[in-house]
């Protein structure tokens, strides 16, 4: 059975305990972060040149980027939980809980694979069910509660990568240091112009240099991923209040037209802003004061 739809789309895609699986699976990649928990049956997964044979209880953190497929084997039922989000959701949880780095696991091991021991599979397993027990209640109280089992989620599998963070921010490769550099360069000035030479000059780099090392390793272009940064900020911002006019986000996220940002909008996400915009008016606009 097709997993049911939810109108907030807090996540990009998700299933819960999902055994269906198509007859065909093929390698895929995405700019989302992906969780990948597996229940039970037979499964290996492939991530780029990896292959991993899954144990009941594993768990695999994904940046996207990476082309990554599962191959099952048929002769039991493959039972799994899945989801992938956009990065910059968790501007969700407001400066103090950001504060800990929430993503960290993400960014800096890219995609990594956990065996989880007995006491921390069922604590995981337990989280996976408060999230799906509130994931399709449309309101503002339920989003809250969703928001903060995705946290604890976080928080779980941050302390599950404490160790090899540390041994990854011992050998990250100079490429990667440079992007994300590059990146942070963006967070700090997506909503005004970013002009390619100050940003290269700004970061002691040659500009041609800049735009390949950037494809290189996050798979798109500077441009691309500027828009795609504005774009689920303005999406952040119809979240949090319906006060909000499509002008009003447009300009806010550092679009200068409005025929523009809604053209990049509609292609990102599938509609346009008014639309997702009057999406996200579920709830009378007293219950977000």
């Keep these: 059975m097709k997993p049911k739809s939810n109108p907030i789309r807090m996540f990009t895609e998700y299933y819960y305990k999902w055994s ?10 995405h700019s989302q972060y992906e969780i990948y928990y597996f229940h039970s049956g037979r499964c290996d997964y492939m991530i780029g040149d990896r292959i991993i044979p899954l144990e009941s209880g594993d768990l695999i953190i994904m940046n996207g980027m990476t082309r990554h497929c599962p191959k099952v084997h048929p ?3 493959y039972v799994r939980t899945m989801f992938s989000f956009n990065p910059h959701l968790v501007q969700l949880f407001g400066p103090s809980l950001l504060a800990c780095g929430p993503l ?31 994931y399709y209640k449309n309101d503002v109280i339920n989003r809250n509660r969703l928001l903060s089992a995705f946290f604890d989620l976080l928080m779980l599998i941050y302390e599950k990568c404490q160790v090899d963070m540390e041994f990854a921010r011992a050998n990250v490769t ?34 041609f240099h800049l735009m390949k090392l950037f494809r290189e390793v996050t798979g798109m272009t500077v441009f691309d991923y500027i828009y795609t940064r504005r774009v689920n900020q303005a999406k952040i911002l119809f979240f949090h209040s319906d006060g909000n006019t499509v002008t ?22 599938g509609m346009t802003p008014d639309q997702y915009r009057k999406m996200m008016q579920v709830t009378p606009s007293m219950a977000y004061r």
């Design 104 to 134: 960290r696991p993400f960014e800096l091991l890219g995609n990594h694979h956990i065996r989880l021991d007995a006491e921390s599979k069922t604590e995981f397993e337990s989280i996976l069910e408060r999230i799906n027990n509130v």
């Design 174 to 207: 100079d490429r990667e240091r440079h992007v994300q550099r590059m990146i942070a360069y963006i967070e700090e000035g997506y909503a005004e112009d970013i002009e390619l030479d100050k940003m290269a000059a700004d970061l002691h780099l040659n500009r």
């Design 248 to 269: 009003d986000v447009c300009y806010k996220v550092g679009f200068k037209h409005l025929s523009h940002f809604s053209r990049v909008f509609k292609k990102q996400v």
């Design 20 to 29: 269906y699986f198509p007859v065909t699976t093929s390698f895929h990649s």
């Design 75 to 77: 002769s039991a039922e």
